[in-house]
Each structure stands twice: as structure tokens, then as C-alpha cells.
């Protein structure tokens, strides 16, 4: 049993027109733990982030965001949570800091300098040199610690990651990864959906397989230095057989 599921997904059906993507869906992520969500193109994971955010109405089962329905109260479910798309939109022409505190006005949230937007861009490891710095010139790293911050300062409960870490070279890989466990060990649940196996296999505390619109296979970490196959996690993906 799975104390505090804070995204708690039961039995999702979702269809467009004629095609059903969603096929009896199941998935709960605990408060401080990080989720992988993996699958093949079309397999369903952005439809199943859609439902988490609101923005679709599904056939039937249950989806529900810190206890809450975002089909029906979409504002509400939206609070609980950031979402942090493959591609972070901030504005350009306003800096790491600026950026910050206008998106927690927006959100209506606490935005002091001192004792909110700064201990958290410091939390996310932003270069000092960048707090002030316009976020036009970020690299995706940056850009996605200025996103974490936004996060870790609203308090949010829930962290939705599309993609986080194509385009990111490995070490910027890792850096990311990192930057994730310290939202989990604030408690926050976590649903990172992605190609990366190696990222993946570095970070997630579970991994599911999404297939057929359902969770295929489940997959828990291991003892730390051994936390999952990544060759037969290879193998799973791709269909092919492993050797060795
Ligand atoms: N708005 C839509 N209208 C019709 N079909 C859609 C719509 N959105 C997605 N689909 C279809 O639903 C299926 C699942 O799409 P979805 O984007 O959820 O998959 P995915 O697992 O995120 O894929 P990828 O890894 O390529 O991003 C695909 O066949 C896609 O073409």
C-alpha cells in the first residue's frame, strides 16, 4: 500500500475520436519520489501529463492531484502543481530573479527576495552572476533551474517533467538529476516522462514501462550501485534480446 500518493491515476481510459491511447491506466507517485515514466513515441505519456494538467476530459477512471480532480477543477489542480515542459518558457527579457518573482505573483505566492526567490534559486545552484542576468542567453540547463526554482518557491507538492534531459549533454545530464533530488527531498512527488534510460536509471526511484496505454511493467530501484539493469532496461525497450 502506498502511503501519500499525491498523483494517484486509477483506471484511465482516454480515447481520441475512434483511437483509444489510454487503456486502463494506473499509476500513483508517492510524496518524495521520482517516477520515470518511459515508453515508444505514441505511447500515451504526454496524453497521460494532459490529464494530470487538465487539459483533457478522460473517458473514465480517475485521476486525481493531491486528492483533486483536474478535469473538474483544473485552477485548483494547476496549484498544486509546476510543469516543466521540454522546451522552459520564461521571459527573455526579464532576468533569472525577475522571472521568478513574477511567475509566484501570478501565482499569488509569497515573492520576497530574501527570504523566498534567492533561497531558492541558491537551492537549485544558479551561479550567483546569473541571478541578475537576463534569461534570453540561458543555456536549457539554466533555464530548467530557473523552472525547479520557480517550484521549490511556490512549495508545490507535485513536479511534472516533460523531457527534462534531451538536449542536455551528460554532465548536464547528471547535474539536472541532481537538482531533482533536492525537490524529492523536500518531498515532492515527482513524474519525469523520457527517452533517457541512462537518466532514468541514474535518478528514478521507480520506472514504468507505458505500453498499450497501460503500465506494462514496474520496476523499483535497487540497492544503491546497483539501482537497475540498464542492459536488460535497454533490451525491454527496444524488444531486443540481451546478452550476457
Ligand atoms: N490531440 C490529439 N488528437 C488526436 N490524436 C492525438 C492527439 N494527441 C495525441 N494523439 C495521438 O495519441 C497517441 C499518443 O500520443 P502521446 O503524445 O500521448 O504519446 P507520447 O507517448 O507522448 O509520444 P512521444 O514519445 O512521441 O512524445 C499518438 O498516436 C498520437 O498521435
Request: glycine share 10%; net charge negative.
Amino acid at each position: 500500500m502506498m502511503r501519500d500518493a499525491a498523483i494517484d491515476v486509477r483506471a484511465l481510459r482516454h480515447s481520441y475520436g475512434q483511437r483509444e491511447v489510454l487503456r486502463g491506466l494506473d499509476l500513483r507517485v508517492a510524496a518524495g519520489e521520482i517516477y520515470a515514466l518511459l515508453g515508444g513515441n505514441g505511447a500515451g505519456k504526454s496524453t497521460t501529463l494532459s490529464a494530470l494538467l487538465g487539459f483533457i476530459r478522460p473517458g473514465s477512471g480517475s485521476v486525481q492531484v493531491c486528492g483533486i480532480d483536474p478535469a473538474t477543477a483544473p485552477q485548483d489542480a494547476r496549484a498544486q502543481l509546476a510543469y516543466v515542459p521540454e522546451s522552459v518558457a520564461l521571459y527573455d527579457h526579464l532576468t533569472a530573479r525577475e522571472n521568478v518573482e513574477y511567475f509566484l505573483a501570478l501565482a499569488r505566492a509569497a515573492r520576497d527576495r530574501g527570504t523566498v526567490i534567492d533561497p531558492a534559486l541558491d537551492a537549485v545552484g544558479l551561479p550567483g552572476h546569473a541571478w541578475d542576468a537576463r534569461v534570453g542567453g540561458f543555456s536549457k540547463g539554466m533555464r530548467q533551474k530557473v523552472a525547479i526554482a520557480l517550484a521549490l518557491a511556490r512549495h508545490v507538492p507535485v513536479l511534472l517533467l516533460d523531457e527534462p534531459t534531451s538536449g542536455l549533454d551528460p554532465s548536464a545530464t547528471l547535474e539536472f538529476n541532481r537538482l531533482i533530488e533536492t525537490a524529492r527531498d523536500r518531498g515532492v512527488a515527482i513524474l519525469m516522462v523520457t527517452h533517457d534510460l541512462l537518466s532514468a536509471v541514474d535518478v528514478a526511484d521507480r520506472i514504468g514501462f507505458l505500453s498499450e496505454g497501460r503500465i506494462e511493467e514496474e520496476l523499483v530501484a535497487g540497492a544503491a550501485g546497483a539501482r537497475f539493469d540498464l542492459n536488460a532496461l535497454h533490451a525491454r525497450y527496444t524488444g531486443a534480446k540481451v546478452s550476457g
